[in-house]
């Protein structure tokens, strides 16, 4: 009977030694899962400085107190709207920024960066900026225009 009792008592200490690792296991994973799935602005990429202010920066504020649009916009906007790539406006783009003006307002253009448009993510993936942030980048962006 002792036997049986100690049978017992070692496969429930099994069962819970497995279900905790698995825990521990799948917990594991979903930060490894959550750490790849973070923002452009928060990742800090192989090659790259990241010590002072690099990945987990606030690229809103890009080192400074301040909120910088200039900062903002060569953190996270320029890299498609410079080249055009995926279609983004290009700043100079006066035709397409005047239509834009014509159709939308610039209420409308804001608007579409805050909640994305085409391939555009929402805010541009400046996570951390406001709806008013996001408003002076987009006059940052079209300072030729306006």
């Not at 690792?21 to 990241?50: F, N, P, T």
């Not at 035709?95 to 253009?109: A, P, S």
């Not at 085409?118 to 987009?138: F, I, L, Q, S």
Request: net charge negative; hydrophobic share 40%.
């Amino acid at each position: 009977m002792s036997s049986l009792k100690s049978r017992i008592v070692h496969a429930i200490l099994l069962v819970a030694g497995i279900t905790v690792a698995g825990s521990l296991w799948a917990q594991s994973r979903e930060d490894q899962i959550s750490e790849r799935l973070q923002g452009a602005d928060r990742v800090c990429l192989q090659g790259e400085d990241c010590s002072a202010g690099g990945a987990g920066m606030n690229m809103a504020q890009a080192g400074s107190d301040e909120f910088s649009p200039e900062a903002v916009y060569e953190n996270n906007c320029a890299m498609c709207h410079d080249t055009g790539m995926a279609n983004a406006p290009q700043p100079d783009n006066a035709d397409h920024w005047n239509t834009r003006l014509e159709e939308d307002g610039l209420d409308g253009i804001v608007a579409n960066a805050i909640s994305g448009i085409n391939a555009m993510p929402p805010r541009g993936m400046c996570n951390d900026c406001t709806d008013d942030e996001v408003r002076e980048v987009v006059e940052y962006l079209m300072q030729d225009v306006l």
